[in-house]
């Protein structure tokens, strides 16, 4: 069975930083394209970042463009969000997806985290 566990959630102030991090384990056919979403209250989930297999290929949504990175790290099948200069608006729920394909991850991964809160506060 395969799961994605997210950490490194929290409450930052705005202009901080922080560092989401997930895990896949379980057993996997294809390599997978992995990458972040998010959902803040009262609001439709939206695709953060996304990177390939290899982390050759990066998108970002236009919100986060130039503030947040994503990186992977392949041997260990995980994926980062490093966020900096955060805002309120960034307050949500992040989720972590997996899905074979680039298109799939931005429309419906084949899989999810559970999520981990970011709350962007003073």
């Known amino acids: 069975q395969v799961q994605l566990v997210e950490s490194g959630g929290g409450l930052v102030e705005p202009g901080g930083s922080l560092t989401l991090s997930c895990a896949l384990s379980?057993?996997?056919?294809?390599?997978?394209?992995m990458g972040w979403f998010r959902q803040a209250p009262g609001k439709e989930r939206e695709f953060i970042a996304l990177?390939?297999?290899?982390?050759?290929?990066?998108n970002y949504t236009d919100s986060v463009q130039g503030r947040f990175t994503i990186s992977r790290d392949k041997d260990k099948n995980m994926v980062s969000l490093q966020m900096n200069s955060l805002k309120p608006e960034d307050t949500a729920v992040y989720y972590c997806?997996?899905?074979?394909?680039?298109?799939?991850?931005?429309?419906?991964?084949?899989?999810w985290g559970r999520g981990t809160q970011v709350t962007v506060s003073s």
């Open positions: 997806a997996a899905s074979s394909t680039i298109r799939g991850l931005t429309t419906t991964p084949t899989y």
């Open positions: 379980g057993r996997v056919v294809v390599s997978q394209v």
């Open positions: 990177a390939s297999w290899g982390g050759g290929i990066v």
